[in-house]
């Protein structure tokens, strides 16, 4: 049985903020300390997200458990409005290949994108913090 969760964040990550990096940076610090893929995670309401580049997506389930997702298509060209985002998972698992993520924006005109997770990642969210504070 398909499940969706809903929920509506700002696209950062308190403790991972990367607000002042470009897209190009950002997936290099993130993929820099990305695992080898995984072909499913278990599944959890998420404590934040971090939008980052047009087919990369951080996401956070735990304080020290986050995900690098690459996405089927540019889903995360939306400018500066904040997305709503519906996980769309099966029975307490993301899967690759398998499940997608749907972002709809507020005040937007055009239908909702939707683009299947391509590739999961998990992230070590130490090594990231360490990278970040050493470039500032």
């Known amino acids: 049985m398909r499940k ?3 929920f509506l964040l700002a696209g950062t ?3 991972c903020a990367t607000n ?3 897209d190009q940076q950002k997936l290099a610090l993130y993929s820099n300390h990305a695992g080898a893929p995984v072909g499913e995670i278990l599944y959890r309401t998420p404590i ?3 939008k980052v580049d ?4 951080l996401l956070q389930l735990r304080p020290n458990e986050s995900w690098l997702l690459r996405l089927s298509g540019p889903c995360l060209d939306w400018a500066s409005s904040v997305p709503t985002i519906m996980i769309d998972h099966n029975d307490m698992q993301l899967t690759a290949g398998l499940d997608t993520i749907t ?5 937007r005109t055009v239908a909702p994108l939707s683009c299947r997770v391509e590739e ?8 990231v913090r360490a ?3 050493r470039m500032y």
């Open 131 to 133: 990278d970040r504070d």
């Open 20 to 22: 002042n990096l470009s």
């Open 120 to 127: 999961i990642r998990p992230v070590d969210l130490e090594g």
């Open 13 to 15: 990550l308190g403790a």
């Open 48 to 50: 934040g997200w971090e």
């Open 54 to 57: 047009s087919n990369h997506l």
């Open 103 to 107: 972002f709809n924006t507020t005040g």
């Open 4 to 6: 969706l969760a809903v």
